[in-house]
């Protein structure tokens, strides 16, 4: 793994069965390890400037079934259960991407998605 200036990688995190992205945060390498240790996601949080075992305080844990690693070995993919009613985002949404960027088109092969909020950059 090459681990940034800060020595942080950013993690994506899928739920493993259907797909959906559901959130992308931090790991340092003793993140790392301790997410292989236990099987669920532990992190680093940079504004906090330490690490959090994901759910400890919500009871949303992810547990991790698989881990891969991008082909520049600088980003990591956590394949998760999240659980059939768990929420990734600190918002209480099951993902963190809930919102579309306005005036984002929808692909002509995909159905419109249901109503989102929007958020201009």
């Known amino acids: ?24 945060a931090w790991a340092d390498a003793s993140a790392l390890e301790r997410t292989l240790a236990r099987g669920e996601a532990v992190f680093y949080s940079r504004s906090r400037q330490e690490q959090w075992h994901k759910g400890a305080t919500s009871g949303n844990t992810q ?9 520049d070995a600088d980003v990591l993919l956590y ?34 998605p249901a109503p989102a909020k929007e958020s201009t950059p």
């Open 1 to 24: 793994m090459r681990f940034d200036q800060d020595g942080l990688v950013p993690v994506v995190v899928q739920q493993h069965d259907s797909g959906e992205v559901l959130m992308v």
């Open 63 to 71: 547990r991790v079934l698989d881990v891969r690693v991008d082909c």
């Open 79 to 112: 394949l998760v259960d999240q659980g059939q009613d768990g929420v990734a985002c600190h918002t209480g949404e099951r993902s963190c991407f809930h919102r579309r960027l306005t005036g984002t088109p929808t692909p002509p092969d995909q159905p419109a």
